[in-house]
């Protein structure tokens, strides 16, 4: 068990830290389940009320993921360290995760002002309607965000293999950190 502080510390993340967590993932196994549904069985009943939420759930993880990347900056010096080959290992994976969460979503939106159409998540006007397409803008995002979108839930099945290994190749405790 990490010690129930708000701040990180050398033994284990803090409330704030897990909270971004553990929030973060089961919002993303929603997201991804309605990716998957989409892939494997297409439009149905079922995938639309899964994956009728991906705008507004993928905006929501960006806003999310710039707030814990924010905190987890506030919480450097304090967090776990990770030692060694195998440490730096682990901090390249979870940079590689977070520069996927800021992408993936990123390209994302920049298609959607690019569309010109409006975009209203839970009735915020983040975007207003424009008459006018802009090309250059829709352009990353169709070429990469399918294919980023399923490389981040690939990457992120292996961190959470690895969380799980740790514990049963090599009896650390890291999950411990985190719950
Ligand atoms: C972290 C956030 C996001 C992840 C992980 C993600 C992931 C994915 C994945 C895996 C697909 C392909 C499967 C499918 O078609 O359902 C997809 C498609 C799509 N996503 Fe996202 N998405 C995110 C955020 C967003 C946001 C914020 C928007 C729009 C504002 C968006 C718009 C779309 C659209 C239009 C498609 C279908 C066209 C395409 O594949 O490019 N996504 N997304
Ligand atoms: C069952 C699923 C998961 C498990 C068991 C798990 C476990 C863990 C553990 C134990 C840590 C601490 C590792 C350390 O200090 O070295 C950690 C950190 C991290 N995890 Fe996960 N995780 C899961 C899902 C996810 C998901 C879905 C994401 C993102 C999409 C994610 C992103 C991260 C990131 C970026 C870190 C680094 C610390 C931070 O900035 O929050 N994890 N995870």
Known sequence: MAPAGWFDTP?????ISRGFHWLMAALFAWHFAGALLFVSIGDTAITRF?????????????????????WGLINLKRRPPHPGRLGRAAV??????????????????????????????????????RGNRIEWMMVPADLLH??????????????????????????????????
């Open 11 to 15: 033994s284990g993340y803090g409330r």
């Open 50 to 70: 899964v994956g009728g939420t991906h705008f507004t759930m993928g905006f929501t993880l960006f806003v999310l993921v710039l707030l814990r990347g924010v």
């Open 92 to 129: 390249a994976g979870h940079l590689l995760i977070y520069a996927l969460m800021v992408i993936v979503p990123g390209l994302a939106l920049l298609r959607q002002y690019g569309s010109g159409d409006p975009f209203s998540p839970y009735g915020i006007p983040v975007m207003p309607a």
């Open 146 to 179: 399918y294919w980023l979108g399923f490389t981040l839930l690939v990457v992120v099945l292996g961190h959470a293999a690895m969380a799980v290994l740790h514990r049963i190749l090599w009896k650390e405790d890291v999950l411990g950190r985190m719950t």
